[in-house]
């Protein structure tokens, strides 16, 4: 009978993590390589604040959202203005015309 139950309790904590992750599987090492392709991490990285946020950072103030995807594949892919030093440049676009690889890599930044 106890054994039942756990059976039963470990089945539906396996459900429930199921249900929370991301119906979007991530290729980090693919995302990485691009971003670094991409001279991202000249002015990011993953937990630091450099030119720009962390994408940590990004990723807390993103959290929830349900626009947070369609925002950052956006402000990745159309040159959106920024200030850096003071100084108004456009933001570089991801280095690829594949809309899944700008998709991973935005789902990678939300998920630092
Ligand atoms: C010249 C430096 C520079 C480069 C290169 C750069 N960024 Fe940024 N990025 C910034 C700055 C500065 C901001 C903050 C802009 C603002 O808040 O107006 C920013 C903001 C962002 C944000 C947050 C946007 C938001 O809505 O909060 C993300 C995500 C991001 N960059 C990712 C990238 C990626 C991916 C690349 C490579 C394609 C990249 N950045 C290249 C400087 C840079």
Not at 44 to 72: C, I, M, N, R, W
């Amino acid at each position: 009978m106890k054994a039942t139950t756990s059976i039963l309790a470990s089945g539906i904590a396996a459900l429930l993590i199921g249900t929370a992750a991301p119906s979007f599987a991530v290729d980090a090492d693919a995302a990485q390589a691009l971003a670094k392709k991409s001279n991202c991490m000249k002015c990011h990285s993953v937990s630091a604040k450099k030119e720009g946020p962390s994408f940590k950072e990004t990723a807390a103030k993103y959290k929830g959202k349900s626009d947070a995807e369609q925002k950052l594949v956006t402000h990745l892919t159309t040159n959106p203005k920024i200030k850096v030093d003071g100084k108004e440049e456009e933001h570089d676009n991801l280095k690829t015309k594949n809309d899944a690889d700008v998709r991973n890599v935005v789902q990678w930044i939300l998920s630092q």
